[in-house]
C-alpha cells in the first residue's frame, strides 16, 4: 500500500468517526429537547384550568341563581300571605318580586351562556389529554428508537477508533505528520483522489509533472492547486 493510499484510508475513518460524532450529538439533542412535549403538557393545563375556572363560575351561579329564587318564594309568600295591609309596602314587595323575577331571567341567561363555555372548555380539555397521551406515546417510541440508534453509534465510533488506531501505527511518522499539518487547513480532506488527471476536491487538472511523479510513486505528491496530497486510484 502506497503512503497516499494509507494516508486516505486514516482519512476515510476519521471522515467516518467526524459524521458519526455529528449524528451523536444530534441525537442527544433531540433526547434532551421535549419542547413538544412540554408545549402539550402546557396546553392540557391551560385547559384544565380553564375548565375550572369555568365550574367554579358556574357553582357561583348557580348559588346566586338559588338565593334569588328562595328570596323571591319568601318575599311572594309575605306578600300573598294576608300579613302585610299596608298598600306602600305591599307595592314595595311586588315592586321587588319583579325585581327578582328580571333578576333571575338575567341569571338563567348567564348561566345558561356559562354552561355552554363550559361544554367547550370540558372538550378542550379531553382533546389537548388525547393529544398529550398521543405525544407521550409517539415521544416514548422515539426515546426508543434514539436509545437504540446512540448505542449503535457508540459502537461503530468504538470500532472506527480501533481501526484508526491500528492503521496508524501501521503508517510512517513523517507521512502522518505531513497529514496532520495539513488537516485542519483543508478541512479534515488532506487527500484527494486523481481522477482523468484531475484532483477531484478542487477540479483542476494536473500537469505532466505532477503525474509523472504521482505514476513513478515518488513518495507523497500534491495537487498543483489546492496543495492536497493526491491518490491515483
Do not use: W
Not at 413538544?36 to 384550568?49: N, Q, S, Y
Not at 393529544?131 to 417510541?141: C, F, G, K
Not at 477540479?203 to 505528491?221: E, P, S
Amino acid at each position: 500500500m502506497t503512503l497516499a493510499r494509507a494516508l486516505y484510508e486514516i482519512q476515510k475513518i476519521e471522515l467516518d468517526i467526524i459524521e458519526r460524532a455529528k449524528r451523536m450529538k444530534s441525537v442527544n439533542a433531540q433526547l434532551k429537547d421535549d419542547e413538544l412535549l412540554r408545549g402539550a403538557k402546557e396546553e392540557f393545563t391551560a385547559a384544565e384550568a380553564a375548565l375550572d375556572d369555568n365550574s367554579k363560575l358556574l357553582r357561583d351561579m348557580e348559588i346566586q341563581i338559588e338565593a334569588v329564587a328562595e328570596k323571591r318564594k319568601a318575599t311572594e309568600t309575605r306578600l300573598y300571605s294576608g300579613s302585610v295591609g299596608n298598600p306602600k309596602e305591599l307595592q314595595d314587595m311586588q315592586m321587588e318580586v319583579e325585581s327578582l323575577t328580571r333578576r333571575r331571567a338575567q341569571l338563567d341567561d348567564q348561566l345558561l351562556q356559562l354552561m355552554i363555555t363550559r361544554d367547550q372548555a370540558s372538550q378542550d380539555r379531553e382533546d389537548s389529554k388525547q393529544l398529550l397521551e398521543e405525544i407521550y406515546a409517539r415521544h416514548d417510541e422515539e426515546q426508543r428508537d434514539l436509545m437504540e440508534e446512540k448505542t449503535a453509534l457508540s459502537g461503530e465510533i468504538e470500532r472506527l477508533k480501533a481501526a484508526r488506531k491500528s492503521a496508524l501505527a501501521n503508517t510512517p511518522g513523517t507521512a502522518l505528520q505531513t497529514y496532520n499539518n495539513m488537516r485542519r487547513a483543508k478541512g479534515n480532506r488532506p487527500v484527494a483522489v486523481l481522477r482523468e488527471k484531475t484532483c477531484t476536491i478542487c477540479g483542476i487538472q494536473q500537469d505532466n509533472t505532477v503525474l509523472t511523479a504521482i505514476n513513478r510513486g515518488d513518495g507523497l505528491v500534491n495537487c498543483s492547486n489546492c496543495g492536497r496530497i493526491l491518490l491515483k486510484i
